[in-house]
T-cell receptor
Framework: GNSVTQMEGPVTLSEEAFLTINCTYTATGYPSLFWYVQYPGEGLQLLLKATKADDKGSNKGFEATYRKETTSFHLEKGSVQVSDSAVYFCALSDPGSSASKIIFGSGTRLSIRP | DAGVIQSPRHEVTEMGQEVTLRCKPISGHNSLFWYRQTMMRGLELLIYFNNNVPIDDSGMPEDRFSAKMPNASFSTLKIQPSEPRDSAVYFC?????????????FGSGTRLTVV
């Protein structure tokens, strides 16, 4: 079945470090791919998305490229800030579902040290 | 747009009591999802609706859980009787089906504590 696998956390970095959070997926058809972010005490927010192969989603300095050949959608940011501390979820749409069902990964907790 | 609105934000109840969580989706969205989040199990999809009709409730843990969507602007998740292991944050999310590339909009969640 369709699934998402992302790197386990927690990930701890110093401010201004380069960030990569790996995400790979298994899917039939042509899913859309997403990164969601959850700040402490809040719900999940859509961070960025990509709807087809080679698309690059970007927002708030974060980027991820839809790589069909490697079935990956890794999240990157060139210089992280303390305010980026949160839990990040990789997700894909389920093309086989009748509604707009999205499958989430297990989440990666990111902590940024000042 | 006020976003997805959930109430209450926090609920503390005693074991055995009935708990009702409420959700108002974004106007115009026709899919609604209930999730549960715990440290141990992460984010679990409990049930989702399309055009007010339950499509998949396979994630509902047991018969103590029930969900309804009487109209396009309101849904409830009920637990009766509640147990301490039901303690979690419950999220509601909505979207526009067939426009799945837009993703979901989540509410702020209800933190449930059963003592």
């Amino acid at each position: 079945g369709n699934s998402v696998t992302q790197m386990e956390g927690p990930v701890t970095l110093s401010e201004e470090a380069f960030l990569t959070i790996n995400c790979t997926y298994t899917a039939t058809g042509y899913p859309s791919l997403f990164w969601y972010v959850q700040y402490p005490g809040e719900g999940l927010q859509l961070l960025l998305k990509a709807t087809k192969a080679d698309d690059k989603g970007s927002n708030k300095g974060f980027e991820a490229t839809y790589r069909k050949e490697t079935t990956s959608f890794h999240l990157e940011k060139g210089s992280v800030q303390v305010s980026d501390s949160a839990v990040y979820f990789c997700a894909l749409s389920d093309p086989g579902s009748s509604a707009s069902k999205i499958i989430f990964g297990s989440g990666t907790r990111l902590s940024i040290r000042p | 747009d006020a976003g997805v609105i959930q109430s209450p934000r926090h609920e503390v109840t005693e074991m055995g009591q009935e708990v009702t969580l409420r959700c108002k989706p974004i106007s115009g969205h026709n899919s609604l999802f209930w999730y549960r989040q715990t440290m141990m199990r992460g984010l679990e999809l409990l049930i989702y609706f399309n055009n007010n009709v339950p499509i998949d409730d396979s994630g509902m843990p047991e018969d103590r859980f029930s969900a309804k969507m009487p109209n396009a602007s309101f849904s409830t998740l009920k637990i009766q009787p509640s147990e301490p292991r039901d303690s979690a944050v419950y999220f509601c999310a909505s979207s526009l089906a067939r426009r799945q590339f837009y993703g979901y909009t989540f509410g702020s969640g209800t933190r449930l504590t059963v003592v």
